[in-house]
C-alpha cells in the first residue's frame, strides 16, 4: 500500500520525522508530501505558496531528506495540508496515494476543534476522494519536558492495520498521551468532548487593541470523552467523518418514486412548506456523500 505521510507543522518538524522513521520500517511504500511551512489552523484549507488562496498555477514543490530515513521520497510542497493530499491524489507526485497518514501534530487535536486542524483536515481531504486515514497528535507536555514522538509514532503503526481493514473512507482521530508507550494506559475510544482545557477568547490591553487567546476554561469533561481520557494517560481513538448530508430517519436504501413524496424529506422530493430541517446533530440520520462513480476529481470541483 502506497500512504502519504503529511502534517500541518511542516515536513521539518521532528513530529512528522519520527513517524516517518516508524512507518519505514512497514512494509509499507511510504511517501512524503507535506506542507514546506506551518500551516497549523488551516483545517480543510486549499490556499496555497502561503498566499491564503488557491493557486492554480505551478505546484511549488522541492525535493527533501527525512533525517533517518533517507530511503523515504520526501517532497515539500507550499501549501497547505489538505492540498498537500489533493494534488497528491491528483497524481503530482506520481502515483496516487492509497491512504493517508497526518502527523505527528505538536499538541493534541481533541473536541470540537479538530474543525480547525490541518492535521485532520488532510484526512478529511483525503476521505473527500474516497480514501482512508490516520490523524496523530501528540499531548502536550509540561515543564519544558521533550515532546514524547516515539510513543505517537509507535501509536500510529499499531493503528495502521485498523483503518487499513475499516470501511473504504474512514477516518481515525488518534491522540497520544504525554508519557513513554510502557506507561500508556491503553487505547480508548472516545467521544469528541464538548469542550476543552482551554477555550477562545478575546482580551483588550490598555491601548483598546482587542487580541485573539487561549484561556483556561476549567471545564471538566466528561469521562468518556477525548479529552478526559487523554488526561487520564489512555490514548484516544475517535472515528471522524467530513462532509455529511442530513436527512430524516426514514430509510434512504429503498426505491422510492419522487413523485410521491411530498410530506418527507426525502432525496428527490419537493420541498414543501410542511418540511423542516433535518436535526444534523443526530448521528443515526447522518450520511456521507457517495463519492464512488468518481473518487478521483469531482470531490473538490
Do not use: K
Not at 508519557?179 to 482551554?198: K, N, Y
Not at 479529552?227 to 430509510?251: M, S
Not at 418540511?275 to 476529481?297: F, K
Amino acid at each position: 500500500m502506497r500512504i502519504q505521510v503529511t502534517n500541518d507543522d511542516g515536513i521539518s518538524s521532528e513530529g512528522l520525522q519520527e513517524l516517518v522513521r516508524h512507518l519505514a520500517a512497514t512494509e509499507h511504500e511510504i511517501v512524503v508530501i507535506a506542507p514546506d511551512a506551518d500551516w497549523s489552523g488551516a483545517g480543510t484549507s486549499l490556499a496555497s505558496s502561503g498566499e491564503g488562496y488557491v493557486n492554480l498555477g505551478e505546484i511549488r514543490s522541492e525535493r527533501v531528506t527525512i533525517d533517518g530515513a533517507e530511503e523515504v521520497e520526501a517532497h515539500a510542497v507550499a501549501g497547505a495540508p489538505a492540498y498537500t493530499v489533493v494534488v497528491a491524489r491528483l497524481g503530482a507526485f506520481g502515483p496516487p496515494p492509497d491512504l493517508i497518514v497526518s502527523g505527528i501534530n505538536a499538541g493534541a487535536n481533541t473536541g470540537r476543534a479538530v474543525l480547525h486542524s490541518g492535521t485532520v483536515g488532510a484526512t478529511l481531504a483525503g476521505q473527500n476522494f474516497g480514501l482512508s486515514g490516520l490523524a496523530i497528535s501528540a499531548a502536550e507536555t509540561s515543564d519544558g519536558h521533550p515532546w514524547f514522538w516515539p510513543t505517537a509514532a509507535a501509536l500510529a503503526v499499531e493503528m495502521l492495520d485498523l483503518v487499513i481493514e475499516a470501511p473504504q473512507r474512514t477516518v481515525l482521530n488518534l491522540n497520544a498521551p504525554a508519557c513513554d508507550l510502557e506507561d500508556c494506559r491503553g487505547v480508548r475510544w472516545a467521544r469528541l468532548a464538548p469542550f476543552g482545557t482551554m477555550r477562545a477568547a478575546i482580551a483588550t490591553d490598555d491601548d483598546d487593541r482587542r487580541q485573539f487567546e487561549l484561556q483556561p476554561s476549567g471545564a471538566v469533561p466528561p469521562p468518556d470523552t477525548d479529552v478526559a481520557l487523554l488526561l487520564d494517560g489512555f490514548a484516544t481513538i475517535t472515528t471522524l467523518v467530513g462532509v455529511t448530508e442530513a436527512w430524516t430517519d426514514t430509510t434512504l436504501d429503498e426505491e422510492v418514486d419522487t413523485d410521491d413524496l411530498v410530506s418527507s424529506v426525502r432525496p428527490g422530493a419537493d420541498l414543501q412548506p410542511v418540511h423542516r430541517v433535518p436535526d444534523a446533530s443526530s448521528p443515526h440520520v447522518l450520511r456521507r456523500p457517495d463519492t464512488a462513480e468518481d473518487p478521483t476529481g469531482s470531490a473538490v470541483s
